[in-house]
């Protein structure tokens, strides 16, 4: 834990008791501040309350003697409408910040040095912020890592010399972190994402630029036009930029090159590696997020070495493109993860003979903007409540059975692909719909993808089962 000194003896009103929320209930109060934290489901003020944490309706406070609202990243700030516990803030005057402000300020006040990279943008964000702390790891480092990828900031070690930090950051975060300050802050993309909580495309980009508008070194994505703009316009503010890019060479920054990753540096350049031996970065986009990797870790002091030998060795994030086994020229991947037909794009895109699982719950659009994939798909096997829609899409365009349920599909899919004789295939679960008509959420959808592919005979299995 990170106890949170900086608002010692100062009142603290808490809304949103969720696992972040009530983990940063619990380091204000051992920091020695006075909370008061609520929530509108009586559950979680229940459970806040069994874990020591002064409860009480913010309803009730004397809102002139709150010196500050920490408020939940879930829970609306502006859009569609603020929050009641917002409105009492703003109306009092009071502050409103969130878990990474309260990081931020820890840092600054007792280890202001310590490498602290902050990553964030639409797509991309966990697998770059699980590879940065990998690589750092494997180097050696004392490396901690959270935020919007599952742990949050303030359960984390307090910061200390020469230990590194690695937070992912969602919008929402960053809307409640005026002085969030990394020693290197990525913005991978942008596009359209969570509009309904920032009221519009441009709102959402302003939130995302403040996260590199105030980083020591600033590493941006730039293959669409708003990140293009930000990186242009905080380089003209002063901040140090470097650009990184999956499509475009670059005159200076980090671009890929098919699978190499190509340093430009003042008219020169040269390959820093080659991602093509490296299964869990296939792919253009992982190009994208290798090459923020390597950025990052060089801004922090990493060598070139060091960063080559933790791209080698990434095991990659689970449910995302993960390879989970191999049976001759059959790999088995899960993406369970791709919950809609975007998601599922960069994994089909990554293939070149693919049997491929998919359905569940349907999302709007189903998968005919996936068409252009169609022809690296041998066969696909549909299950769950949208096979019956995405028969009709693939129509004789794709072969495909009804297999209805991921067991079925995996036997038939690893039996189909073993009698292919074409050369190195996929079996694919990147179901494109989400998961609860048949499984709790992804992560159980893909557990049952891991432990099926583990049933096939004759499989070397790549991760635990």
């Known amino acids: 834990m990170i106890p949170v000194t900086t608002l010692k003896g100062k009142s603290v009103a808490?809304?949103?008791?969720?696992?972040?929320?009530?983990?940063?209930?619990?380091?204000?109060a051992a920091g020695g501040a006075d909370v008061t934290a609520w929530d509108d489901s009586a559950a979680s003020v229940e459970n806040a309350s069994t874990a020591g944490v002064k409860t009480g309706d913010l309803r009730a406070l004397d809102w002139k003697a709150i010196d500050a609202l920490v408020l939940s990243p879930g829970v609306p700030l502006t859009h569609p409408k603020p929050h009641w516990s917002a409105e009492l803030a703003?109306?009092?005057g009071v502050e409103i910040i969130g878990d990474v402000e309260l990081f931020a300020r820890e840092r600054r006040a007792h280890a202001p040095d310590c490498p602290f990279i902050a990553i964030t943008g639409t797509n991309g964000k966990s697998t770059t912020t699980a590879l940065i702390a990998h690589i750092l790891k494997a180097s050696g480092r004392d490396t901690q890592l959270g935020g919007n990828i599952g742990t949050a900031v303030l359960t984390l070690d307090p910061p200390k010399a020469g230990r590194f930090y690695v937070v992912e950051c969602s919008s929402y975060q960053i809307d409640l972190a005026p002085t969030l300050n990394p020693s290197a802050g990525i913005l991978l993309n942008l596009t359209p994402d969570h509009l309904d909580r920032h009221g519009s495309m441009q709102l959402y980009a302003d939130v995302k630029e403040r996260l590199v508008a105030r980083s020591k070194t600033a590493i941006v994505g730039v293959d669409d036009t708003y990140c293009e703009i930000i990186a242009d316009r905080i380089e003209r503010a002063g901040t140090k930029v470097v650009r990184?890019?999956?499509?475009?060479?670059?005159?200076?920054?980090?671009?890929?090159?098919?699978?190499?990753?190509?340093?430009?540096?003042?008219?020169?350049?040269?390959?820093?590696?080659d991602l093509s031996p490296i299964q869990t970065l296939r792919g253009n986009h992982n190009a994208q997020n290798a090459a923020a990797a390597v950025a990052a870790c060089l801004a922090v002091g990493v060598s070139e070495n060091e960063i080559r030998a933790g791209l080698a060795s990434f095991l990659g994030l689970k449910?995302?493109?993960?390879?989970?086994?191999?049976?001759?020229?059959?790999?088995?991947?899960?993406?369970?993860?791709a919950t809609n037909a975007d998601a599922a794009a960069p994994a089909l895109s990554s293939f070149e003979r693919?049997?491929?699982?998919?359905?569940?719950?349907?999302?709007?659009?189903?998968?005919?903007?996936?068409?252009?994939?169609?022809?690296?798909i041998a066969k696909a096997y549909l299950i769950g409540e949208a096979a019956p829609a995405f028969a009709e899409t693939l129509g004789g365009a794709v072969a495909h059975e009804m297999s209805g349920t991921l067991e079925k599909a995996v036997a038939d899919a690893a039996a189909d692909a073993e009698k292919d004789g074409v050369g190195p295939v996929a079996v694919l679960l990147s179901p494109a719909c989400a998961s609860f008509d048949q499984y709790k959420n992804f992560e159980v959808r893909g557990d049952a993808f891991v432990k099926h592919v583990a049933g096939v005979p004759g499989v070397s299995m790549l991760v635990a089962v």
């Not at 060479?249 to 390959?271: H, M």
């Open 14 to 28: 808490l809304f949103g008791l969720g696992g972040s929320g009530l983990a940063t209930a619990l380091a204000l």
């Open 90 to 92: 703003k109306a009092a």
């Open 244 to 273: 990184i890019s999956k499509r475009t060479a670059l005159a200076d920054g980090i671009y890929a090159e098919g699978s190499r990753l190509i340093l430009a540096q003042g008219g020169a350049t040269r390959e820093i590696d």
């Open 319 to 337: 449910h995302r493109m993960q390879p989970v086994g191999r049976r001759g020229d059959t790999l088995f991947v899960n993406d369970s993860k």
């Open 354 to 376: 693919i049997y491929w699982i998919a359905g569940g719950v349907p999302k709007e659009g189903g998968i005919s903007s996936l068409g252009s994939f169609f022809p690296k």
